[in-house]
């Protein structure tokens, strides 16, 4: 095989590859629906965002047996002046660097809709604090996609930080000590409700699955081409 076919070939097997990766199956590493009680999670009330976190209080959040997006949820009231965040329990955190390349999810609403641009998870590990800031919450509730990918965060201070680089992500992610989800979104006072979080691996394919449609138009466009050029040496 030439050299041009070869390179034309791998590209074609590479692609095909990526795009089996983006439709493979997600496991879930922790989650969290709130259905019966609050799950272990708690409150922490922070000033500023600086490390380490300057904890100003911590409590537990209402459990609200039909206040979820679907089934319980969870709620708080804010507590004082300061930004409270709904903090993850222990399935959460620690080693979670299989998330890296997958996503959090969760479902949000404000009583009082949303004024405030603030990030909307922080995640804080390996001495160094991850900042994501999604759209705002409204007062239906508000469904949020958090991709754990460097280039969807921003390091130490979520408007004017970097994106952290892939090492830096998965120390965070490799030795995680707080999960934090904002429910602080309004310059007074707002009940938050939190419900659905759930934390994902990185896609895997599984043996035997059956390609997507665009995969297999990668696919076949990749052996099309593969096809004329190789005609195209033989006439030559």
């Not at 930004?83 to 993850?88: L, S």
């Not at 222990?90 to 969760?106: K, M, P, Q, W």
């Not at 804080?124 to 604090?129: D, I, R, S």
């Amino acid at each position: 095989m030439g050299k041009g076919l070869s390179l034309c070939f791998n590209a074609a097997i590479a692609a095909a590859a990526l795009a089996l990766a983006a439709g493979g199956s997600r496991a879930q590493i922790a989650v969290s629906t709130f259905d019966t009680n609050t799950d272990g999670w708690t409150v922490h009330d922070i000033a500023g965002s600086g490390l380490p976190l300057q904890t100003i209080g911590i409590y537990t959040p209402t459990w609200n047996a039909a206040g979820g997006s679907a089934g319980g949820g969870i709620s708080m009231r804010d507590p004082s002046g300061y930004t409270f965040w709904f903090e993850a329990p222990g399935a959460f955190v620690g080693d979670v660097s299989d998330a890296y390349g997958g996503r959090l999810t969760y479902d949000l609403r404000s009583s009082s809709g949303a004024a405030v641009t603030s990030p909307g998870v922080w995640l804080v590990g390996a001495g160094m604090g991850l900042f994501h800031a999604p759209q705002l919450p409204d007062v239906p509730w508000s469904s949020y996609d958090a991709p754990l990918d460097p280039g969807s965060w921003r390091l130490g201070n979520y408007v004017s930080g970097r994106a952290p680089t892939g090492a830096e992500m998965l120390a965070v992610l490799g030795s995680l000590d707080h999960l934090l989800i904002n429910g602080d979104w309004v310059a007074g006072s707002e009940t938050t409700y939190l419900d659905n979080v759930a934390l994902w691996e990185a896609p895997t394919v599984q043996a035997g699955a059956v390609p997507e449609p665009g995969t297999l138009g990668i696919l076949g466009a990749g052996a099309i081409s593969f096809a004329f050029l190789a005609r195209r040496r033989r006439n030559s």
